[in-house]
């Protein structure tokens, strides 16, 4: 079993920048691809970045890419969401997920564990 913990979310101006970090527990973080989703106010959970188990492979939903990287430290058990240029949009509750399976996957259901989430809200 995996818990996660996210961390790094706040309060930014549009074009501001934000670093979250998800601290995963236990030995097998190696093992789980790990994926970051978000969620706006009346909004379905979407998609967001996903990264390998290794952290050699990445895949980011279309609105954010070349403005957020995705990355581990898998000897920290921590992944993480850089996020530039950010705008009012991006507002949302942020969680992290792990997935055990190496197929790619942007669904919420394919993901067995997540975190409790960070609020990220961008002002315009």
């Known amino acids: 079993q995996v818990q996660l913990v996210e961390s790094g979310g706040g309060l930014v101006q549009t074009g501001g920048s934000l670093r979250l970090s998800c601290a995963a527990s236990?030995?097998?973080?190696?093992?789980?691809?790990m994926g970051w989703f978000r969620q706006a106010p009346g909004k379905e959970r979407e998609f967001v970045a996903r990264?390998?188990?290794?952290?050699?492979?990445?895949y980011y939903t279309d609105s954010v890419k070349g403005r957020f990287t995705i990355s581990r430290d898998n000897a920290r058990n921590t992944v993480f969401l850089q996020m530039n240029s950010l705008k009012p949009e991006d507002t949302a509750v942020y969680y992290c997920?792990?997935?055990?399976?190496?197929?790619?996957?942007?669904?919420?259901?394919?993901?067995?564990?997540w975190g409790q989430g960070t609020q990220v809200t961008v002002s315009s």
């Open positions: 236990g030995r097998t973080f190696s093992s789980y691809a």
């Open positions: 997920a792990a997935r055990s399976s190496m197929i790619i996957s942007t669904t919420p259901t394919a993901y067995l564990y």
């Open positions: 990264i390998s188990q290794s952290g050699s492979n990445t």
